[in-house]
């Protein structure tokens, strides 16, 4: 699997998302600075989280404005996968790769702590390590991971299958008390129509190897090194 | 020339931050204040005359950049 982890200034997690790339699939991710205008050869485009601009007019709207996206919207247009993290999910839908946006929490606060998602749809290339329904680990840390979309585009997400992730309990019930930020539906991450492109506001990334008190991660970077 | 360019949520997007403020406002003593919605204010100052080119422009940048149209609705104004 050979990935490009993006890097804006402000980014804060490239390094885990690149550690979790070396990790899982045996070669380090290409580290790509934002006003490149080309991506290396690459079968992911990974999108890591943190503040990019200072979250600045929107968070995500002004790296999604860099030079280097133009490489990534052609990267996803050819099928190529596209994994947003945190800010890069935030980004990944101001370029509009993916439909809807990210709010302020509902409670105003930023989370961090570690939350459970069940793994709603395990038939896509994020997802296929895991199984249906599956109650996973992750940690979150976020100020703005509300997810909102249009009572349309979210009949056409569940429709669709294309809801991967929920925030839910340790039963796999999506309730209010396990969802963290009041995202509609407690989605936590979706997919775009094709099945190449991924936003998501927890960490798999921090959660991949012993040292950091789990790998239910690693599923995810395992998911797509089996087909990339 | 310049020009303002207010940013509001639309209507049926939750407002965290406004219904905050409206309960900030309440625990002061402020009663009768039925809803608050929070926007953002952007001033631009504009090299051009054209009035008509400047509106043009400015809707293309609230298209693009200044306003999420997803969550987002925009108001031009020159002055």
């Known amino acids: ?19 979790a790339f070396h990790e899982v699939s045996g070669v380090a991710p290409h580290m790509v600075w934002h006003t490149e205008t080309e991506l290396p050869d690459v079968d992911v485009v990974a999108i890591p989280g943190g503040f990019s601009y200072g979250d600045y007019l929107r968070c995500g709207a002004i790296a999604a404005r860099s ?21 890069g999910f935030q980004i990944v839908t101001e370029i509009g790769l993916l439909p809807g946006a990210l709010m302020r929490n509902a409670s105003l606060k930023f989370v961090c702590k570690e939350v459970r998602l069940r793994v709603d749809n395990a038939s896509t290339a994020f997802t296929s390590a895991y199984a249906p329904g599956q109650v996973i680990r992750c940690p979150i840390a976020h100020g703005e991971g509300n997810y909102f979309a249009d009572a349309e585009t979210l009949a056409r997400l569940e ?70 | 020339m310049k020009a303002r360019v207010t940013v509001t949520l639309k209507n049926g997007v939750l407002d965290p931050q ?48 200044l306003a999420n149209t997803v969550i987002e609705n925009y108001r031009i104004e020159l002055i």
């Not at chain 1, 699997?1 to 550690?19: H, Q, T, Y």
């Not at chain 1, 019930?173 to 979706?190: K, L, M, R």
């Open chain 2, 18 to 65: 406004g219904k905050a403020i409206q309960g900030a406002l309440k625990s002061l003593g402020f009663a009768g204040v039925d809803d608050v919605r929070q926007g953002k204010l952007i001033e631009l100052e504009l090299s051009g005359h054209d009035r008509v080119q400047a509106e043009a422009d400015l809707k293309d940048m609230c298209e693009k950049l």
């Open chain 1, 1 to 19: 699997m050979k990935s490009a982890v993006l890097v804006f200034p402000g980014i804060n997690r490239e390094r885990d998302l690149a550690r």
């Open chain 1, 159 to 228: 429709g669709e299958g294309r809801v991967a992730f929920r925030y839910c309990d340790e039963a796999g019930e999506t309730t209010d008390a396990a969802n963290p930020n009041g995202s509609i539906h407690s989605i936590a991450g979706i997919l775009n129509e094709r099945g190449n492109v991924l936003g998501m506001m927890p960490h798999p990334e921090n959660l991949i190897e012993a040292l950091q008190g789990g790998i239910d991660g690693r599923g995810l970077f395992e998911s797509l090194a089996r087909v990339a």
């Open chain 1, 67 to 87: 030079p280097i996206i133009e490489a990534v919207r052609r990267h996803a247009d050819r099928g190529g996968y596209v994994l947003g993290i945190c800010n």
